[in-house]
């Protein structure tokens, strides 16, 4: 009798997605409430793992999903448009496994809905169905291959041509052109305090750093809680509570230092308590921009991850110049 070799994962991976979705998911109207919602979904007697909630119109199209989270613990009367993610990660009819992959690897998703050509909804294809069966049929000795396709295929997409990545990534250095002469104009409009203490320009360059890092770290953790969902003002505005006086306490810290460091080295000790002051309300305005700023181009659906970085710093940089020189202006002239 011949042996029944095992298929290889290429040839697994081909079938289709559709083959293995299930298909009594969480789906919920646009029109519900959270309250409507959940007693929805509790009268459809789902069987399989809930994982995301997905929103659909009256024709049946996939207009949005809910993280259970999310559903579960909001207000009742919480309209669900309110509550849900637009930007939907879905697979066309036509995907096959392999495309159920890399868009799980690429966005980290639990499951996946699956659409038809006018974007009504099919079935949900779970992460840990196909990694069931390629342990059933013993394919763990060549997960490498699978893994080395996938790898293929992703790389394949992050390879985009230059000029994909040239006009998405350009206009947003733009605004770094754009606040190094804004700040270039603010420093010729504070000539005449840089003229008479040239201490305030050498030092130009370290309150600079001290803002801008201070606002990328703010940037960081703010993105970083977000994590691709969407803006809550009452989370944004705690995290304010809690990160403005954290940054009142770094600038407060930096300045001190460099304005010791400047006293001693020049002994002009008013220009160091320009440097004191201008660097604590830099800080301190790069902390907030460093919250708000990623929070709004979230809430205006713009990628916060490749915008808000430029926007930050540019303002930040402007802000600076204007309290450091501002200052200096005031005390010193």
Same mark, same amino acid.
């Given at each position: 009798?011949?042996?029944?070799?095992?298929?290889?994962?290429?040839?697994?991976?081909?079938?289709?997605?559709?083959?293995?979705?299930?298909?009594?998911?969480?789906?919920?109207?646009?029109?519900?409430?959270?309250?409507?919602?959940?007693?929805?979904?509790?009268? /459809?007697? +789902?069987?399989?793992?809930?994982?995301?909630?997905?929103?659909?119109?009256?024709?049946?199209?996939?207009? *949005?999903?809910?993280?259970?989270?999310?559903?579960?613990?909001?207000?009742?009367?919480?309209?669900?448009?309110? &509550? =849900?993610?637009?930007?939907?990660?879905?697979?066309?009819?036509?995907?096959?496994?392999?495309?159920?992959? !890399?868009?799980? +690897?690429?966005?980290?998703?639990?499951?996946?809905?699956?659409?038809?050509?006018?974007?009504?909804?099919?079935?949900?294809?779970?992460?840990?169905?196909?990694?069931?069966?390629?342990?059933?049929?013993?394919?763990?000795?060549?997960?490498?291959?699978?893994?080395?396709?996938?790898?293929?295929?992703?790389?394949?997409?992050?390879?985009?041509?230059?000029?994909?990545?040239?006009?998405?990534?350009?206009?947003?250095?733009?605004?770094?052109?754009?606040?190094?002469?804004?700040?270039?104009?603010?420093?010729?409009?504070?000539?005449?305090?840089?003229?008479?203490? +040239?201490?305030?320009?050498?030092?130009?360059?370290?309150?600079?750093?001290?803002? !801008?890092?201070? /606002?990328?770290?703010?940037?960081?953790?703010?993105?970083?809680?977000?994590?691709?969902?969407?803006?809550?003002?009452?989370?944004? &505005?705690?995290?304010?509570?809690?990160?403005?006086?954290?940054?009142?306490? %770094?600038?407060?810290?930096?300045?001190?230092?460099?304005?010791?460091?400047?006293?001693?080295?020049?002994?002009?000790?008013?220009?160091?308590?320009?440097?004191?002051?201008?660097?604590?309300?830099?800080?301190?305005?790069?902390?907030? &921009? *460093?919250? %708000?700023?990623?929070?709004? =181009?979230?809430?205006? !659906?713009?990628?916060?991850?490749?915008?808000?970085?430029?926007?930050? &710093?540019?303002?930040?940089?402007?802000?600076?110049?204007?309290?450091?020189?501002?200052?200096?202006?005031?005390?010193?002239?």
């Amino acid at each position: 009798m011949a042996k029944v070799s095992a298929p290889r994962p290429s040839d697994r991976l081909a079938e289709p997605a559709i083959a293995h979705a299930h298909f009594d998911f969480a789906r919920i109207l646009i029109t519900d409430t959270v309250g409507e919602a959940l007693a929805a979904v509790r009268s /459809s007697e +789902i069987r399989s793992r809930i994982v995301y909630f997905y929103v659909l119109d009256r024709d049946d199209r996939l207009v *949005g999903v809910v993280p259970t989270r999310r559903l579960l613990l909001s207000p009742l009367d919480t309209p669900v448009a309110e &509550l =849900m993610v637009r930007n939907v990660i879905a697979l066309p009819h036509t995907a096959t496994l392999l495309d159920a992959c !890399e868009l799980f +690897i690429l966005h980290r998703l639990l499951a996946l809905p699956i659409v038809d050509d006018r974007g009504r909804m099919l079935g949900v294809i779970d992460v840990e169905q196909y990694t069931d069966e390629i342990r059933e049929m013993d394919l763990w000795e060549e997960s490498n291959d699978i893994f080395q396709l996938i790898g293929v295929r992703i790389a394949q997409v992050q390879r985009a041509p230059l000029g994909t990545h040239f006009a998405r990534r350009f206009p947003w250095l733009l605004c770094n052109i754009g606040g190094g002469l804004a700040c270039a104009l603010i420093g010729g409009f504070f000539q005449a305090v840089l003229d008479q203490v +040239i201490l305030l320009a050498l030092f130009i360059p370290v309150v600079l750093a001290l803002a !801008e890092s201070v /606002s990328i770290q703010a940037l960081t953790l703010t993105l970083q809680a977000q994590h691709g969902g969407r803006t809550r003002w009452p989370q944004v &505005l705690a995290s304010l509570r809690r990160e403005l006086p954290l940054g009142v306490l %770094l600038g407060a810290a930096c300045g001190m230092l460099v304005a010791l460091a400047a006293g001693l080295w020049q002994g002009h000790w008013a220009a160091a308590a320009v440097m004191l002051t201008g660097i604590t309300l830099s800080v301190t305005t790069a902390t907030l &921009l *460093g919250l %708000l700023v990623p929070s709004a =181009m979230l809430a205006f !659906e713009r990628d916060p991850k490749v915008a808000s970085g430029p926007l930050t &710093l540019a303002v930040t940089d402007m802000l600076t110049m204007v309290y450091y020189l501002g200052l200096a202006t005031w005390w010193l002239l």
